[in-house]
């Protein structure tokens, strides 16, 4: 509720006024690192994301599909009557906090992977996307703390992996020092597990999406000691190629699914590529 009064200048009070609508099973989601809840007639779905990914509008566009589906099928709306169905106003965003160099605010369109550009701009679906690393969108943490908060934990998780220390070293200092800083103290000392388990896997999916991590990555690495750095990475990357990280990049240079059953990648091979994309 905090962010939202800090996004939309409101100042809603009543957290019961809000209501959760985030979809159980998402197909195109990995983590549960979405939101989705309904606040005077306005629907709103929030994704938070470490790596950039311009294919958010058409990821927004499915899930507000089956959002509304469900909305239109609990309030037993008639969409093919006579009379104008009204649904909730929506509003996408998406929160960025990945390493690439992305500007404070920035409106990612559905129409930008059209095949055939429109100009009237007739269909069109937006995400807003905020970048909420150090010097972007300040104002915006300034007047929600718990957001601001999450950030300086993710900062410090950054900056003790920089020094070198193992990511879940770099996680537990992290959590100690907001502790000791009073900074999401309370969250974090009777969730801490939990917050530990999900910081390691988004940096884990934030390598794969990458392509770095793949099977045999590690004994490329090894070998690598020996060849050089850069040729152990060529070679951790080539051994390791595995199914599914081939149809992740095939989807990633805009391939349909179609076009990877072709290939011969099977189904579910391409579903679970699909939700990491």
């Known amino acids: 509720l905090s962010l939202y009064n800090a996004l939309n200048d409101s100042n809603y009070t009543d957290v019961d006024e809000l209501e959760l609508r985030t979809l159980e099973e998402a197909i195109y989601i990995e983590m549960k690192n979405d939101v989705a809840f309904l606040i005077d007639s306005h629907l709103s779905l929030w ?12 990821r927004g566009f499915m899930y507000f599909g089956k959002l509304y589906d469900a909305y239109l099928t609990e309030h037993g709306c008639n969409i093919y009557g006579t009379k104008l169905v009204k649904i909730p106003t929506p509003q996408y965003i998406v929160f960025y906090n990945g390493k690439q160099r992305v500007n404070p605010v920035t409106k990612l369109r559905l129409s930008d992977a059209f095949m055939n550009a429109r100009a009237d701009r007739d269909f069109e679906w937006t995400a807003t ?3 909420l690393n150090r010097g ?57 597990a939990e917050v530990k388990d999900m910081v390691i896997t988004e940096y884990n999916e934030e390598v794969f999406v990458n392509g770095i ?11 690598g000691k020996k060849l050089g750095r850069r040729e152990g990475l060529r070679q951790g990357r080539s051994e390791g190629q595995s199914e599914l990280v081939r149809a992740v ?6 391939k349909t699914t179609d076009e990877l059953i072709e290939s011969g990648i099977d189904q579910k091979t391409i579903d679970l590529a699909t939700t990491i994309m």
């Not at 470490?50 to 509008?57: D, L, V």
């Not at 990049?249 to 805009?254: I, S």
Request: charged share 30%.
């Open 136 to 192: 972007n969108n300040e104002d915006l943490l300034s007047r929600c703390k718990p957001l601001a908060d999450y950030m300086t934990f993710i900062n410090y998780v950054n900056e003790y992996v920089r020094e070198g220390e193992s990511l879940e070293l770099a996680v537990d200092m992290a959590v100690d020092r907001c502790i000791k800083e009073n900074v999401l103290k309370e969250f974090l000392l009777k969730h801490k």
């Open 213 to 223: 991590r793949n099977e045999g990555y590690e004994d490329g690495v090894a070998q």
């Open 249 to 254: 990049e095939l989807l990633r240079q805009g």
């Open 129 to 131: 996307m905020y970048n």
């Open 47 to 58: 994704e938070q994301q470490s790596s950039f990914n311009p294919n958010m509008p058409i």
